[in-house]
C-alpha cells in the first residue's frame, strides 16, 4: 500500500529506446541553445526541469510496439517534451511553486511575467517544430491536447475551494490537464510508425488511462510524498483549495468532511496544514482509497496494451504501469 | 504635430472588406462559445477586448489587392485575431494592468492564473484552426510570429530600467514584439490570394512598417494620450522601466537624463509619474521626436504598398498609414 515500494527501474524500462531518447534531450537542447543569447539562460533553466522524460518515452515504445521508428519518432518525441516543459513552467506560474526538480522554478529566479512568456515561448517552438512534418497529425493533435490541458486547469482553477466537487469532476479535470498529454504521445507514436486504426487507438486509450493513474498518484505524493524525494513544493493542493481524489475521500466522510474543509479554507501555509493532515485526519485510508481509483485505470491501461502485438517494447509500456504505481517521485 | 489629428475614419478605410470583417467578428464569438460553459464568460470577455481589427483587416485587405478573397482568408483573419487576443490577455498579465477597452482585464477581474491559462487556450485554438488549412503556410507563419513576439517581450522585460538601451534595440524588440504579427497578417492575406513572391514579400515589408510605426504610436500615447479615449492605464512604460522612443530621446538630453532615470526609479504610482514628466520634462519634443521616426516607417510602408498594383484595397492600405499616424486611441 506504500507509495515508496517500487522495485521497478525506469532506466531498465526505456533501454531500449535509450539511443532515440538521448537523442531527443540533446538535440532540444542544442536546439533551444541556437537562439538570442538573452534567451537562454531561460532556456537552460527550463529544459533542466524535463526529469524523467516519460512522455517522450512513450512516443518512443508506442511507436516501436507497432512498428519501426523513423526520424518522425524523434521529431514527435522533443514536440511532446517541449510541450510539457511549456506546461511545466506555466504551471510553476500558477502554483507560486519555488521548488521544481529540486531547483529554484523561473518564478523564484525571475518573477511572474518571465516565466509566462518563456512557456508561451516553447510552446511556440514546438508549434514550429510540429508544422515542419509532411503528416500534419500531429499539430492536429497537439493543437488539441493544449486546448484540453488549459481546459482542465482552467476549470480546476474555477472549482478551487468548490466543496461540492465530485470525482467524476475529478476524473474529467485530470483526463484533460495530464492524460491526454500521455493518450498523445502513445497516438502519435503508433501513427507515425503506421500502425493501424486500432492499434492507434489501443495506444491512445492506454495512454490515457496510464496518465490518469499518473495524476492520480502525484495527488497523493503532494499529500503524502517525501519532498526531497519529489523534488518539489508539497501540500499545494490542500493550501490551494484543489480537491482532490483523497481529499474528496476525507471530504465525504461523516465527521471529518467539515474538519478537513475548515483546516483547507483557513489560515497556516503549506507546512502547517499538511502537518495537521497528518496528524489528525484518517490520510492513510485516504490515500489507499486513491490508490485504488489508480490501480483500476492501470488495469485499464493493461487491456488496452492487449491489442498490440506482444513485443520488448509493449513488455516495457507494461513495466511502466508497475513504476507508476511504485513511483515515490 | 497633435496624436489627435486624424480626419481619416477606420471604418471608411475597411468598408471594401467589411462584410469578411464582420464574418470574422460573429465566427470568432460563436465558434469560441461552443465550449465547456466554464469557460464561456471567460472567453467572451477575452473577445471583447479585441476592438480595432486592424490585424485581420490588413488579411483581407492584402488579399484583394493582389488578387481575390476566398474562405482561407477569413479563417486566416481569424486566427491573426485570436493570437492578438491572446497576447492582450497574456500582456495584460504582464503589466498588472486593470483596464483594456475601458473594461476591466481579465487579471483584475480573476487574478494571475485565469488569464495565464485563457491566454494558451486562446493560443491552441488559433492554432488548432490554422491546422486544419490545407496548405501549412499559415501555421508556420503563426509558430515563427508567435515566437518572435515572446521573444521581444521576454528581451524587454529583461531589459528593464537598463539605461544603457539604445533605439536600435528598442526597433529590434517592437519589430518582434509587435511588428512581426502586422507582417505576417499582411503576408498571409497577399500568399493566400496567389500572390507571387515579389507581392508577399512586398505585402510583408508594408506590414513591418506599418506595424513598427503603430508600435511607436502606442509608446507615444502611453505617455502622453489621454486615458479616457485610449481605454487603458497609460503610464506603464514609464512606471515600469521600459525605454521606449520618447523616453530614449530624453535620457539623450544633456541635464534631462540623470532626472528622468530618478524619476523612473523613484517612488510614486504610474500616475504621479505622468503627472511629473508632464511638468518638469520636454515631453512634446520628446514626443515630436518618436513621431518623426513612425513617420519614416510611414514612408517606407507607403513605398511598399507602390509594388503592388493599383486598387481600392491598395487605396486602404495606403489610408491606414494615415490612421496610424494620426490615431488617438
Redesign the interface.
Same mark, same amino acid.
Given at each position: 500500500m506504500s507509495l515508496r515500494s517500487s522495485s521497478v527501474r525506469l532506466g531498465d524500462l526505456l533501454a531500449q529506446v535509450r539511443p532515440e531518447l538521448d537523442r531527443v534531450g540533446k538535440e532540444l537542447i542544442a536546439e533551444l541553445r541556437a *537562439?538570442?543569447w @538573452?534567451?537562454l539562460p531561460?532556456v537552460e533553466l527550463a529544459a533542466s526541469f524535463r526529469g524523467k522524460q516519460l512522455r517522450p518515452a512513450l512516443v518512443l515504445l508506442a511507436g516501436r510496439a507497432v512498428g519501426a521508428l523513423g526520424e518522425d519518432h524523434v521529431t514527435v518525441a522533443k514536440i511532446v517534451e517541449l510541450l510539457h516543459t511549456a506546461t511545466l513552467v506555466?504551471d510553476d506560474?500558477?502554483d507560486g511553486a519555488s521548488l521544481r526538480r529540486k531547483q529554484a522554478t523561473v518564478n523564484a529566479a525571475y518573477g511572474?511575467?518571465?516565466p509566462?512568456?518563456?512557456? @508561451?515561448?516553447i510552446? &511556440?517552438?514546438a508549434?514550429?517544430m510540429?508544422?515542419?512534418l509532411t503528416d500534419?497529425t500531429c499539430?492536429?493533435v497537439? &493543437? *488539441?491536447t493544449?486546448?484540453r490541458?488549459?481546459?482542465g *486547469?482552467?476549470?480546476q482553477?474555477?472549482?478551487r475551494f468548490d466543496f461540492t466537487w465530485d470525482e467524476e469532476r475529478y476524473y474529467r479535470v485530470i483526463v484533460d490537464k495530464t492524460a491526454t498529454l500521455y493518450a498523445a504521445a502513445c497516438r502519435l507514436g503508433a501513427h507515425y510508425a503506421g500502425g493501424d486504426a486500432a492499434q492507434v487507438e489501443a495506444a491512445d486509450r492506454f495512454g490515457l488511462e496510464l496518465g490518469t493513474a499518473f495524476q492520480i498518484v502525484d495527488d497523493c505524493l503532494d499529500l503524502d510524498g517525501d519532498e526531497t524525494v519529489v523534488g518539489k513544493s508539497l501540500g499545494t493542493d490542500l493550501a490551494r483549495g484543489k480537491l482532490t481524489l483523497p481529499l474528496l475521500w476525507m471530504l465525504a466522510q461523516r465527521g471529518v468532511g467539515d474538519h478537513l474543509a475548515n483546516l483547507m479554507r483557513g489560515n497556516g501555509d503549506e507546512r502547517q496544514k499538511l502537518r495537521e493532515l497528518k496528524r489528525a485526519f484518517p490520510l492513510e485510508q485516504a490515500i489507499a482509497y486513491a490508490m485504488e481509483g489508480a490501480r483500476a485505470r492501470l488495469a485499464s491501461a493493461r487491456a488496452a496494451l492487449l491489442e498490440l502485438p506482444p513485443s520488448p517494447a509493449r513488455d516495457g509500456m507494461e513495466g511502466l504501469v508497475e513504476y507508476v504505481i511504485g513511483r515515490s517521485s
Open positions: *537562439e538570442e @538573452d534567451l531561460l506555466h506560474v500558477l511572474t511575467e518571465i509566462v512568456l518563456l512557456g @508561451d515561448y510552446y &511556440a517552438r508549434f514550429h510540429s508544422v515542419q500534419p499539430s492536429r497537439l &493543437a *488539441e493544449t486546448r490541458i488549459c481546459q *486547469e482552467i476549470t482553477i474555477l472549482h
